[in-house]
């Protein structure tokens, strides 16, 4: 059985290197581990970009930011990927990769449990990182500073820096590569076995301990909510931000506050908390629907069927909550909010709850045979004047 250990990477120090080098390693570190474990445990096209997160930090110089084009990139020997003063970020950096860091560990390890090493793509990025790992460990170039101390030089860290960030993008480029393909592969067994319940998207997450589920008579009421589409879809990206994820998969969502001490989510139940999540969501949002069960999914789409607020996928939109049936077994076991819908490639992006014990954002295919349906929010006067 694989295990985390089987998939984990460590990135030695450059000897003599100075903080802000040690922090990019660091980063690339958990960004290349990120995308490993992503792909390990069923990899759905939400791998984290390091590239993009410098960039958008302005912490690339002009020659870097050409690594954020697509596909896999090679820059001149002599190019200097970071801005002159990168060091001077490297409590930010080092941030990040904590942040980063937190998330790998929290990885469920069921979920990767039936991942072989011996996957190609796999194969392909411990060889990047092997000839990364040979770069850093290796003889540099260094030079004595004022203080007596010795430090690479200048050159040799330029070219250090290139190195760990076409790395860390050769990384990103293959396993997106490999997603494509498993995506392709997923589409054509559906389009030879369309009545197969399926999901092309990755494992499931996880739904707590759920009995035997059949449709029964409905108990929930609406109230006219004051709210927006807007509105719902705002406050699950304020949500977002927080960074909300679970420790060790214990089913219990926290967030750090600005003073730095770990705080529970509003919606944490001490179990399954996707529809939780949403329900709160939508409260928070001023739509008001007294589900039978507020924390139960099979029990939502029931009553939103009683209600009338069932709808087919094809008509999601923004502030949907969207249903998922993992199993196939005809029992709902997982709800989100949809973030968006892309009418030219038929993509509904959402934000969901308990997601590999966190709060994230996912995107699926219209077509896809773990989507149940919509759950559109009860008309509100916000919505009638739009």
């Not at 072989?116 to 796999?122: C, E, I, L, W, Y």
């Amino acid at each position: 059985m694989t295990t985390f250990e089987d998939i984990e990477i460590d990135l030695p120090y450059p000897a003599y290197a100075k903080e802000g080098l040690k922090a990019v390693v660091d980063l690339a570190e958990e960004y290349m581990q990120r995308s490993i474990v992503l792909f390990a445990s069923g990899f759905d096209g939400g791998q984290p970009d390091m590239i993009a997160w410098l960039a958008e930090n302005e912490l690339l110089s002009k020659e870097g930011r050409k690594l954020t084009e697509d596909g896999a990139q090679k820059l001149q020997p002599k190019a200097s990927v970071m801005t002159d003063g990168y060091g001077e970020n490297s409590g930010k950096i080092q941030e990040r990769a904590e942040q980063l860091r937190t998330y790998n560990g929290s990885v469920n390890q069921s979920a990767i449990a039936s991942f072989d090493t011996s996957n190609k793509a796999f194969q392909d990025v411990i060889g990047i990182v092997d000839e990364l790992k040979a770069e850093l460990s290796g003889e540099h170039q260094v030079t004595r500073w004022p203080d007596g101390n010795l430090y690479l030089t200048v050159a040799e860290e330029v070219r250090l820096l290139r190195l760990i960030a076409e790395a860390v993008d050769a990384v990103h480029d293959r396993i997106e590569d490999a997603d494509r393909g498993m995506q392709r592969d997923a589409k054509n067994i559906y389009d030879l076995m369309p009545d197969l319940p399926r999901n092309p998207y990755g494992s499931a997450p996880d739904v707590g301990s759920q009995g035997p589920w059949a449709q029964a008579p409905s108990t929930a009421k609406i109230a006219p909510g004051n709210g927006s589409r807007d509105d719902i879809v705002a406050k699950a990206q304020e949500q977002l931000r927080l960074g909300v994820t679970e420790s060790g998969g214990n089913n219990i969502p926290v967030f750090r506050g600005p003073d730095g001490k770990l705080y529970k989510a509003p919606y944490n139940i001490n179990d399954a908390w996707c529809a939780a999540f949403s329900t709160w969501v939508w409260d928070q949002s001023g739509y008001n629907v007294d589900w039978s069960n507020k924390n139960y999914v099979p029990a939502i789409w029931n009553d939103a069927k009683h209600l009338g607020l069932a709808a087919h996928i094809s008509s999601a939109q923004r502030g949907d909550m969207i249903i998922f049936d993992w199993e196939g077994d005809g029992t709902p076991d997982h709800v989100g909010i949809v973030e968006s819908v892309d009418p030219r490639t038929g993509r509904i992006n959402t934000i969901e709850g308990n997601s590999s014990d966190r709060l994230q954002n996912q995107s699926y295919s219209m077509n896809s045979g773990s989507l149940v349906g919509v759950v559109r929010p009860p008309s509100s006067a916000a919505d009638r004047a739009s």
